[in-house]
């Protein structure tokens, strides 16, 4: 693991940093791939995305929306400001972000055995992010309220097999939008030991969530280790705006760790092509990183590419279909050779409800992302319907999934115990194997196991009900929410959260912006 | 392509075979994949596994039995056989087959159009084999009926993702046992002009399944041209059978194809370890191939592997799980080494009903079948409840999911108009492509577009009926059927079909074995 846990920056804080994040790892519950990735371009075909990349970078540019200091900072650092338009000299910013970004960081949780590391050969499953509504069997869809944003959290914290807590695991549309970000944070904080996402809709709520991650980890903490993670999206194409810029600066500022996205579904942000997509998100990615480098050089991000096709028909976003997946390979590759974290994929779908174009459609998107080896995956359990619906029963279906990602990336046991050639030589032809002392030693172990499939006889699922795998679902979400159990939380902190997002709420009236 | 088309044979029959199946190969409708296969195994672990596989064929060795002339044949070709019980010297198997197997071959259809291509990069999709039970959402899991083989033929022939026609599409128990192959391969040859495998169940069905393919295709025609791939499954362990040795024999003699096909449940067939069921798979297949190349070297024959886990409470076959998708990838690649076509995967699943169960569990199957590069792949399409039932709906949500592989295998377009670059320099920041030049020119040929997936707005979707994916799949196999229409089919041949069937079924009474 040692080769993977270094930073660039050598001596000091970085060697510091990284003697830490490798005694965390040891530790950490995060998948650990011992695969290599799948590829689905060779050096030719990644080199040209990158001079494209960088064409784009050089003769068409990015705009930085309403963000004076940030047209500044890249003038300063050599790019060719007009307006706000800025274009930047070929190679410029891939020299910005491998002078100073980390290779991979550890982003630390309150309980520190739930620490993850991002990047290297780590991958770590979060919940969907972003969702207005939420759906279940019982209730159908509706909006989501705080009580189901606290459920998503609980859930997550509770499932073996998602690694982080999430950041909006669906919009508490019950809440005024100025004051959500403090009852989203607090219920991270408070219901889940998991690492947590920030809030991102404006650079005072980021600021908000850094001052609440300083109540629990203490303030100096922050200063050398990254405890917030943060999802910046672009306002593809080639435009970055204020709000995000605002909110990655404040992150950056305190140390704290943001995924720079690019959101593109090609045929609108982008062009309808794979090749042209990719160019496109590497450029945005880029120019926002070296941005994010500039305001605080060492500040971990993490190279994000959330990408789909359009249906050619309606325009409608589509998930699941194949030129999404040769994206995210080539991207997940992009990022490698750039040298930072990457972050895309999950289990995406535009089913309504979790049947099964829900499952094949996630499964098109969650296997290419671990086989691409994403490092931060984001929207991995509860995606319905494009991002508009968390789902409690495809929470409980994707988790399961996620589950069996956790076996594969460990690949194939080569032991004595794992060859079995003894089991093979005592058993000889036509002798079952149920019984033989190999299988009873590996009962415990052999096969992942699977909570919600139904494996039974056709009679024996017939007589349980005859329920499908949604019915199932809800009866474990249920269970989870019914058995869940708060980790603790010191009492202090507790009280001095209370006391803050009391203080904040205060300080300005509700409103819905 | 060429580099592919190849035959280790060369001159005379073996260079007209190669010279014809480039010919065909440019028109065949099959996959071609561009993509490198993706490897869990490095070398060392293929090498361990392949010397392993010798240990057990040297030290336990495997069964022959009830074939007193398969015996001789390996003893004669210098395998230990002390009874039923055939040991082969290390490296015996592998040279044999290496001497004489093809590396791919042509199996050629009774529409040259619909030839496919066996091994290298070619996939082929044909539908799920075996099951006694359909299940369509109208009348529920039921018997399977001739009438319902016959509309899973014409459902193959008609969707544009499945290549072959199948086998026992699913079992025709409305007809006696012995006389069931005699309609089943009629259909095949009727209903279908695709590519079709022949009957197993007893050697002289396979002999009827040769006489029915010479009167169609010419009774010369075959001695140099493969029309029927045939599937022979082991008795694992380490047991073949006389019927299917039988069947096998029948075949190769009249220069057609056979999968020799280890069939293993880990932990029940084989260990329950990974490496130790391929170990095993791998000998039980080299023995196999074996014996077929030395009936008749040169007969094609495709490396087989149907592996999967079971529950380690119940002893149920599971499917979808990691532990199969690592041996799937490891066989593949043992089977690129011993230089022969490779069959395994398809859509499997242990779902009752075409939920998220079984789409996950199908997915989870069927992508690897298709990232590690499968060349023939049964139970593409209908497959449920561990095999038991062929569904109707099931089977029309994963011929989509066949045809979303063969976008994926084409790799991204890096040709000018992929790249794009003019299009994003058009375009500049902020502006969406939906009606550039660039969109427009690409509308045909962008993104896979499913049938069967709903993307509209959920609005939409509910005041269409709120319908679930295998409710729109239901509206699509009826369509499907309705529409369909019969391949031309000389008269000549048709009225020889009908009487070759009628004077054997007329040749002996009904019989349920």
Redesign the interface.
């Known amino acids: 693991m040692t080769d993977h846990a270094t930073h660039r920056r050598s001596g000091g804080r970085a060697a510091r940093q990284a003697a830490r994040a490798i005694a965390h790892a040891q530790t950490i519950p995060f998948l650990t791939r011992t695969?290599?990735p799948?590829?689905?371009?060779g050096e030719e075909?990644l080199s040209?995305i990158e001079h494209?990349a960088d064409?784009?970078l050089e003769?068409?540019?990015?705009?930085f929306r309403g963000d004076p200091a940030a047209l500044s900072l890249l003038r300063d650092a050599g790019a060719d400001v007009q307006g706000e338009?800025v274009r930047f000299p070929r190679g410029m910013c891939r020299r910005i972000v491998q002078a100073s970004a980390p290779r991979e960081f550890v982003q630390h949780a309150r309980n520190p055995e739930r620490s993850v590391r991002i990047g290297g050969n780590a991958t770590v499953f979060a919940p969907a992010y972003g969702s207005p509504f939420v759906r279940d069997l019982d209730n159908g869809?509706r909006y989501g309220t705080i009580e189901d944003f606290r459920n998503f959290v609980k859930l997550a914290y509770a499932s073996p097999y998602l690694h982080h807590s999430g950041g909006t695991v669906c919009e508490p549309v019950d809440l005024p939008v100025n004051k959500r970000h403090l009852e989203m944070v607090d219920a991270h904080l408070r219901y889940s030991d998991k690492p947590f996402m920030g809030s991102v809709t404006a650079p005072s709520r980021a600021q908000d969530t850094v001052e609440m991650a300083r109540i629990v980890f203490g303030a100096d903490y922050l200063e050398d280790h990254a405890v917030i993670l943060s999802l910046a999206n672009a306002?593809s194409?080639?435009?970055w705006d204020a709000s995000m810029l605002g909110a990655a600066r404040n992150y950056a500022l305190a140390n704290q760790a943001t995924l720079i996205t690019p959101f593109i579904l090609?045929?609108?942000?982008?062009?309808?092509?794979?090749?042209?997509a990719?160019?496109?998100t590497l450029a945005e990615a880029l120019a926002g990183m070296a941005f994010v480098q500039l305001v605080r050089p060492g500040a971990p991000v993490v190279f994000g590419s959330f990408a789909s096709?359009?249906?050619?028909?309606?325009?409608?976003?589509?998930f699941?279909?194949?030129?999404p997946?040769?994206i995210l390979y080539?991207m997940a590759a992009l990022a490698r050779r750039l040298g930072v974290p990457f972050r895309s994929g999950g289990s995406l779908c535009?089913?309504?409800?979790?049947?099964?174009?829900?499952?094949?459609?996630?499964?098109?998107t969650l296997?290419p992302t671990v086989?691409a080896g994403v490092n931060f995956v984001l929207h991995a359990a509860g995606w319905l319907?494009?991002g508009?619906?968390m789902g409690y029963e495809k929470f409980v279906?994707d988790a399961?999934?996620c589950g069996?990602?956790g076996?594969?990336v460990d690949?194939?046991?080569?032991s004595e115990?794992?060859?079995?050639?003894d089991?093979?030589?005592e058993?000889?032809?036509?002798?079952?194997?149920?019984g033989t002392a190999?299988?009873l030693a590996?009962?415990e172990t052999?096969?992942?196991?699977?909570e919600?499939?139904?494996?039974?006889?056709?009679e024996q699922?017939f007589e349980d009900g005859?329920l499908?795998?949604?019915q199932r679902?809800n009866a474990i979400w249920k269970r989870m929410l019914a058995e869940y159990e708060q980790p603790p939380l010191d009492p202090g902190v507790d009280e001095a959260l209370r006391e803050f997002v009391a203080r904040r709420k205060a300080s300005e009236p509700d409103s819905d912006v």
Chains 1, 2 share one sequence.
């Open positions: 695969l290599k799948f590829e689905v371009l075909g040209l494209n064409t784009i003769e068409v540019g990015i705009e338009l869809r306002s194409p080639l435009v090609a045929g609108a942000m982008a062009p309808v092509t794979a090749a042209g990719c160019a496109q096709s359009i249906s050619m028909q309606s325009g409608a976003p589509t699941g279909t194949p030129e997946a040769l080539a535009a089913s309504k409800v979790p049947d099964a174009q829900a499952a094949y459609e996630s499964a098109a296997q086989l319907e494009g508009l619906a279906l399961d999934q069996m990602m076996v594969f690949g194939m046991d080569l115990n794992g060859q079995a050639l089991a093979i030589r058993n000889g032809p036509g002798q079952h194997f149920l190999h299988t590996n009962f052999a096969f992942y196991r699977s919600l499939a139904d494996n039974n006889s056709f699922w005859s499908d795998a949604a679902a």
